[in-house]
């Protein structure tokens, strides 16, 4: 699934951010950081409705929860780091 992917991929730059935040001097997230978080919650909330529109409406398979899982991880750890700046 393509949009599972790019969820992933928002996750590995998230990941990327909060590797450097935890290495820096506690100054918090530079500018380009804080675009880019800006940038990765437009993202998710584009990759969110595009999964609504192309989601069958059959019911949630139970692996769906794990997605679903990953997102609210996802946005978690954004706000997480949006409190930071």
Same mark, same amino acid.
């Given at each position: 699934?393509?949009?599972?992917?790019?969820? %992933?991929?928002?996750? =590995?730059?998230?990941?990327? $951010? +909060?590797?450097?935040?935890?290495?820096?001097?506690? /100054?918090? !997230?530079?500018e380009?950081?804080a %675009?880019?978080?800006? =940038?990765?919650?437009?993202? $998710? +909330?584009?990759l969110?409705?595009?999964?609504?529109? /192309?989601? !069958?409406?059959?019911?949630?398979?139970p692996?769906?929860?794990?997605?679903?899982?990953?997102?609210?991880?996802?946005a978690?750890r954004?706000?997480?780091?949006?409190?930071?700046?």
């Open positions: 699934m393509l949009v599972l992917r790019l969820f %992933r991929m928002v996750d =590995a730059q998230i990941g990327e $951010i +909060e590797r450097r935040l935890t290495a820096a001097d506690g /100054t918090g !997230p530079d380009k950081d %675009r880019t978080l800006a =940038a990765l919650a437009r993202t $998710i +909330e584009l969110i409705d595009l999964e609504a529109k /192309t989601r !069958p409406e059959a019911p949630a398979a692996e769906e929860g794990d997605e679903d899982a990953f997102r609210t991880e996802l978690r954004i706000r997480g780091l949006a409190g930071e700046v």
